[in-house]
């Protein structure tokens, strides 16, 4: 063999070596990550007792009253599970379908009802939350501003829609979904769309206007930026302005005051 073609072989045999090598380190990463998520996910079963809720939603407003035996510190790495888990993204998505089943108390939300939140709704909430972050940071003008996408198909399930459509990758499907949220609101109409929750009357004709305005803006920013990125957009918000994470050490009532 040549000089040449000794140095070429070396290269090659070392180019290999290291391609491998990189795979191997990526995998590892991937492996471990796979790992981390899943202890994660059993961090959000809560050590409380789901704490009572009183009211007949009718009424009287159906709000939780924590006993004092709930600790609220107890909370805290329920919630810091909870982010971690949205800052994993994609790769948490399968980990977070498998718990469907999951009936353990996690944590209790304040909202116009309380309520209180199993592990298995605490996955669906952050899956959720993972393929359509933006959600969480726009203006509640009607309730029909969500699930706007994926059309699922008779008794599809968003965890077999997700199956079926990863293959895609988030970033793509986050763009479709922020497409299909900005043809809504570009043709919202006050008097037409449903009100924020139950039979509210329509908000005032300029708060309407405005954040409906508002929704565009952060729409086309959030679109902007996963184009420009290639990469998924990450929201560490689970909630809208509707709703939060209640029985945490700082967290306050925020409704039904």
């Not at 899956?127 to 706007?148: H, M, N, T």
């Amino acid at each position: 063999m040549s000089r040449s073609g000794k140095v070429l072989a070396m290269i090659v045999g070392v180019t290999g070596f290291v391609t491998s090598s990189a795979v191997g380190t990526e995998d590892a990463r991937d492996q471990e990550r796979v790992a981390s998520v899943a202890y994660l996910v059993e961090m959000l079963a809560s050590r409380n007792a789901a704490p009572p809720i009183k009211g007949d939603g009718e009424q009287e407003d159906r709000e939780i009253h924590f006993p004092k035996e709930y600790d609220k510190a107890l909370q805290v790495p329920v919630y810091l599970a909870m982010q971690q888990l949205l800052a994993e993204g994609e790769i948490a998505l399968d980990a977070l379908f498998a718990h469907a089943e999951d009936d353990r108390y996690s944590f209790s939300v304040n909202s116009y009802e309380d309520r209180n939140v199993s592990v298995s709704e605490g996955c669906r909430l952050i899956a959720d939350r993972i393929l359509f972050p933006f959600a969480s940071e726009l203006r509640v003008i009607s309730r029909q501003q969500y699930g706007i996408y994926p059309k699922l198909q008779n008794d599809q399930t968003l965890a077999g829609w997700w199956k079926a459509n990863k293959g895609r990758g988030l970033a793509a499907i986050q763009v479709e979904a922020i497409d299909a949220t900005i043809r809504f609101l570009e043709r919202a109409d006050r008097t037409k769309v449903a009100s924020v929750y139950g039979d509210a009357p329509p908000l005032p004709a300029k708060k309407f206007e405005r954040d409906r305005q508002e929704n565009l803006r952060i729409l086309r920013r959030i679109r902007k930026q996963i184009k420009e990125t290639k990469e998924p957009y990450v929201s560490r918000r689970l909630f809208d302005e509707t709703e939060d994470i209640y029985g945490l050490p700082w967290a306050r009532r925020k409704h039904n005051m």
